[in-house]
């Protein structure tokens, strides 16, 4: 960059000397951490397959930590409720997709129903190896997103109550979770040890399927709706 | 230099300069990209820190960069919406002299 | 010993793709680059016994963040202003007729 452009020079070099201590001090800390995994490897690894998933990084995310991934589908619903408020719409259904190439519509009618398959395979190995919601559901979004950039309709089909349950079903999966076992009298996501695979992977069904819907929904409804005056084609 | 050190350097390395980036850069779309990459070095820094010791690595630190990804993406697509209907904004009433952005 | 090799390159390699995301001047350039950049990040958590993050970051990251910034660098014009000028906004830039047909 031209020096004595920009945001000017007094802030950039303010910036510059706050991102340069702040470099020294991350420097320092990493090279002085003493060696050995954290304190809680062990008992996570431990206690993860009677939590109801085999695979420690899942029995953390929807069993020991199950709080916070709730709030992450929740900030992801969010994400997609401001892109849409933004857009100054409830649905999709005035999107005209692209023109459709026909290399793209051909090798979409492959690759679409594989991921399909892939995603549903990562959402049901997710509980006990490398996979799970998050991996499944964006495979889904990018299925989605290519169906509907080879000329067909896919999430912009979808009416405005149908696309807003399909957007909130995985915070309402959560919902459940949480409220059911603090009805009963137990804790809130406190849920009983001999059926919560099954459990896991229902609550992680709906937030794959919530998850791709957002992401598809995120990337169709930045773009200028038709009439908007953008330059997208 | 053990197996980890080099990615944990090279988020260390990452963080102040996309930090600089995210300052000196008025484009929203650069601030976007610099963000995304300073949530990528924070990332380097906590896997890299969960692959210490000899065994297989913690899971802890891995659930949560999951969830650290799955937010910067929705957070990305929420400030390219705003800064892609600023610019049709602006672009409206450039003939009025609209203001850009703040 | 191959491994630290390994691992030393993919570091700078990654911190070079990082750099080039960042200095980029040219949007769509700087959003390939961030793609590239996911990607290797992939590789980087593969290396450090980190699959299910890997996954996510290929596809979330690399993948759909990526598609973000390609259509938005589309659309905002090509080019981020020169900072000389002082200008925030960005002048659209019509894109040129190859290659973007599929858009």
Redesign the interface.
């Known amino acids: 960059m031209p020096p004595g452009s920009g945001p000017g020079i007094a802030r950039r070099a303010v910036a510059a000397v706050i991102a340069g201590l702040l470099g020294v001090v991350l420097a320092w800390a990493v090279l002085d951490l003493p060696s050995g995994v954290g304190p809680l490897a062990g008992p996570v690894r431990a206690g993860a397959a009677d939590a109801g998933a085999s695979n420690p990084v899942t029995a953390v995310l929807l069993a020991f930590r199950a709080y916070d991934t709730w709030l992450e589908v929740v900030v992801v619903l969010a994400a997609v409720i401001g892109v849409l408020a933004v857009a100054r719409t409830r649905e999709l259904t005035a999107r005209t997709p692209p023109p459709a190439d026909p290399l793209l519509t051909w090798m979409t009618g492959i690759v679409a129903p594989l991921t399909v398959l892939v995603g549903g395979f990562l959402l049901w190995l997710g509980t006990s190896a490398p996979g799970g919601a998050f991996q499944a559901g964006a495979v889904l979004g990018a299925g989605a997103l290519l169906v509907w950039l080879s000329g067909r309709r896919s999430v912009t089909a979808l009416r405005a109550p149908a696309m807003a349950t399909l957007l909130a079903l995985g915070a309402a999966a959560f919902l459940a979770l949480g409220a059911v076992p603090l009805i009963a009298g137990a804790a809130m996501l406190d849920i009983p040890e001999d059926i919560a695979t099954e459990l896991i992977i229902a609550v992680e069904a709906a937030v794959t399927v919530s998850v791709a819907v957002s992401l598809a929904v995120l990337v169709i409804a930045t773009r200028a709706g038709d009439g908007d005056g953008g330059d997208d084609a | 230099?053990?197996?980890?050190?080099?990615?944990?350097?090279?988020g260390?390395?990452?963080?102040?300069?996309?930090?600089?980036?995210l300052?000196?850069?008025?484009?929203?779309?650069?601030r976007?990209?610099?963000l995304?990459?300073m949530g990528?070095?924070v990332?380097?820094?906590l896997?890299?820190?969960?692959?210490?010791?000899e065994?297989?690595?913690?899971?802890?630190?891995?659930?949560l960069?999951?969830?650290g990804?799955?937010?910067?993406?929705?957070?990305?697509?929420?400030a390219?919406?705003?800064?892609?209907?600023l610019?049709?904004m602006?672009?409206?009433d450039?003939d009025g002299g609209g203001?850009?952005?703040p | 010993m191959t491994e630290a090799v390994l691992d030393i390159t993919l570091a700078l390699v990654i911190v070079a793709i990082g750099w080039r995301c960042l200095t980029e001047s040219d949007l769509f350039s700087a959003s390939v680059a961030f793609i590239a950049f996911g990607l290797a990040l992939a590789l980087a958590w593969a290396r450090l016994g980190a699959p299910d993050v890997a996954l996510a970051e290929a596809a979330l990251g690399a993948g759909i963040t990526g598609v973000l910034l390609v259509d938005a660098a589309r659309e905002l014009g090509r080019t981020a202003p020169d900072p000389a000028e002082g200008d925030d906004t960005v002048r659209v830039d019509r894109p040129s007729a190859d290659g973007d047909a599929a858009g």
């Open positions: 230099m053990s197996g980890y050190e080099p990615y944990m350097l090279a260390v390395i990452l963080i102040p300069l996309a930090l600089y980036a300052v000196a850069h008025p484009n929203p779309l650069r976007v990209i610099a995304n990459v990528s070095g990332f380097m820094v896997i890299g820190a969960a692959a210490r010791g065994g297989p690595a913690d899971p802890v630190p891995h659930a960069v999951l969830t990804i799955v937010v910067a993406v929705a957070t990305s697509g929420l390219i919406a705003i800064a892609r209907m610019h049709r602006s672009d409206d450039d203001a850009g952005e």
